[in-house]
């Protein structure tokens, strides 16, 4: 059997969701800890269901035999030095390990950030990744006309999802920081409107009064005479960003944050003539070449376009 530690937001639920079809169409076994990590008070939402999706859910038991649990820490040291090897995989970095496809039985623990994990299989994952009707019963009225007029507006225009990211961004700056600077963003709005010169850019964030105050100067900046061509997403809450994903995926091209969460956005329009516009970095600690896409075209945070 395979366990997957689920962690993280809803980019990363994906991403882990993803190879558990992938190990599930080679055959395995696989389950689920969704308990681990979201038994603290401030854990992100599991919010796989706004796809309609359920999952086999491993028990207290299986993830103690697998993870040698139920063994006090000095008999789990003496058995991993003289007996069975470790059946827990840790992710060292963002790139693809073909070890995760191979370890059988394993408690995978990682973030699994590549199309290179489930590419043979990408008509599957885009079936499995679908927004369910069951969204807007989670909803008030309210929130749903609104999400529907967005969705109006964004099917009527040359739509461009940008995203910013900032929040817990800016607690983990030395992982985060200084990568999806202004440079990045004038550079792709530039960019983005000599390939697509009608475009309208519709802004999703997770701090909404900053982004308000610096689009115009993100206007300034990038030479764009009508701030009117921003439109701010709003009424959307960390309980409910599958409605920002749900809208990203409308549109036509994308400028990303070096996020999971818009890294799906784009992901789920399948479309070949989108453009797709990256931070050539993703994190600061950690090399993450296998997250990007063979569409992908990156800025580096000087604003410098980076060949393939």
Request: proline share 3%; hydrophobic share 40%.
């Given at each position: 059997?395979?366990?997957i ?6 980019g990363?639920?994906?991403f ?86 191979t ?13 290179k ?17 069951k ?23 040359k ?7 900032r ?76 409605l ?9 091209h994308?400028?990303?944050?070096n996020?999971s ?29 296998d ?18």
């Amino acid at each position: 059997m395979n366990i997957i530690r689920m962690t993280g937001g809803l980019g990363n639920q994906m991403f882990q969701y993803a190879l558990y079809l992938k190990l599930r169409a080679m055959g395995r076994e696989v389950k689920f800890d969704d308990v681990t990590e979201y038994r603290v008070p401030d854990a992100r939402p599991i919010m796989l269901w706004a796809f309609g999706i359920s999952y086999p859910k491993a028990s207290a038991v299986e993830i103690d035999q697998i993870t040698d649990g139920f063994l006090k820490l000095s008999h789990r040291i003496r058995r991993k030095l003289f007996g069975r090897k470790s059946l827990e995989y840790h992710e060292r970095d963002c790139n693809f390990d073909r070890q995760v496809l191979t370890r059988d039985p394993a408690y995978l623990t990682g973030y699994f950030q590549s199309e290179k994990y489930f590419k043979d299989i990408e008509a599957q994952v885009r079936d499995a990744f679908i927004f369910s009707n069951k969204i807007w019963k989670e909803v008030s009225p309210e929130t749903k006309s609104r999400m529907e007029a967005y969705l109006e507006q964004i099917q009527s225009a040359k739509a461009v999802a940008l995203h910013v990211r900032r929040g817990d961004y800016l607690t983990t700056s030395e992982v985060f920081g200084g990568i999806c600077t202004q440079a990045y963003y004038v550079s792709a709005v530039r960019e983005m409107l000599k390939k697509v010169p009608d475009a309208s850019f519709f802004v999703f964030s997770n701090d909404i009064k900053w982004v308000e105050e610096w689009i115009p100067k993100l206007c300034e900046e990038a030479q764009v005479q009508d701030v009117g061509r921003f439109v701010v997403i709003e009424g959307t809450t960390e309980d409910t960003g599958y409605l920002d994903m749900l809208l990203m995926s409308r549109c036509c091209h994308y400028i990303l944050a070096n996020s999971s969460f818009s890294w799906w956005g784009a992901y789920l329009n399948p479309s070949k003539e989108k453009l797709v516009i990256v931070p050539s970095v993703w994190f600061n600690n950690q090399d993450c070449r296998d997250i990007y896409t063979e569409e992908m075209k990156k800025i580096s945070p000087k604003g410098e376009w980076i060949e393939a």
